[in-house]
Every structure is written in structure tokens, then in C-alpha cells.
């Protein structure tokens, strides 16, 4: 069975930084589009990163420059840096994948088919 687990959430202060970890278990770290969404209280799931199985990522504009997302293929493991980090940056953080894909990856939730539980991370000002 595939599944991911997210850790590493926690609080912050504004412009203190916090390192999500995601890992993927149950099949091969290869072909896999793996993605970083978040959801605040009363809004919309919105993704934040979304890496290629390739390496690149690509990042919601809000987070440019501030989050960094990495992936290590012998750890099956994908981490996502976040810097300088905002208030608005409060949110519970999801980890989401789907392997075995033979084109690019998509921003859209519904795309992926396999979820973590979430991580929380506050921001304080």
C-alpha cells in the first residue's frame, strides 16, 4: 500500500524558519510527482510546491524565494524549507503524491491520490 507521512510542522515566529519532511512508502521514488498544498482555516486547499520527477519545482508565487522544496530519491523522502516565514503562512500542511507518471505533474489536488495526514504550522507576528 502507498502511503506518505508528513512531520516537521510546528510554530514560528515571523521570519523564523521550519523544515517539512514527507515520506513516501509502498513504491518506487521514481516517475512521482510530489506536492506541498496547505490549507488555512476557512479557505480553499491551495498547493505551494509542486516537484517534478526530475527534481525542478515549481512554487506558488507567494512562497518564492522563501521555501525550497528538495527531494532525496534514496530516503524516498521530499522536504520543503521554509524560510522568513509569515503569518500568513499559518495553515495545516499536506503532503500529497502520484507515482508512476509518464507526463508533468499538476497543481490540482484532486490530480493526486494519495495524501498524508498534515502537518501544522503557525506563524506568529
Known amino acids: 500500500q502507498v502511503h506518505v507521512v508528513e512531520s516537521g510542522g510546528g510554530s514560528e515566529q515571523a521570519g523564523g524558519s521550519l523544515r517539512l519532511s514527507c515520506v513516501a512508502s509502498?513504491?518506487?521514488?521514481?516517475?512521482?510527482?510530489m506536492a506541498w498544498f496547505r490549507q488555512a482555516p476557512g479557505k480553499e486547499r491551495e498547493w505551494v510546491a509542486i516537484?517534478?520527477?526530475?527534481?525542478?519545482?515549481d512554487y506558488k508565487d507567494a512562497v518564492k524565494g522563501r521555501f525550497t522544496a528538495s527531494k532525496d530519491i534514496n530516503k524516498n523522502t521530499l522536504y520543503l524549507q521554509m524560510n522568513n516565514l509569515k503569518p500568513e503562512d499559518t495553515a495545516m500542511y499536506y503532503c500529497?503524491?502520484?507515482?508512476?507518471?509518464?507526463?508533468?505533474?499538476?497543481?490540482?489536488?484532486?490530480?493526486?491520490?494519495?495524501w498524508g495526514q498534515g502537518t501544522q504550522v503557525t506563524v506568529s507576528s
Open positions: 500529497a503524491a502520484r507515482f508512476d507518471v509518464t507526463g508533468g505533474c499538476s497543481n490540482h489536488p484532486l490530480w493526486y491520490p494519495v
Open positions: 509502498g513504491s518506487p521514488f521514481i516517475r512521482t510527482c
Open positions: 516537484t517534478e520527477h526530475d527534481g525542478t519545482t
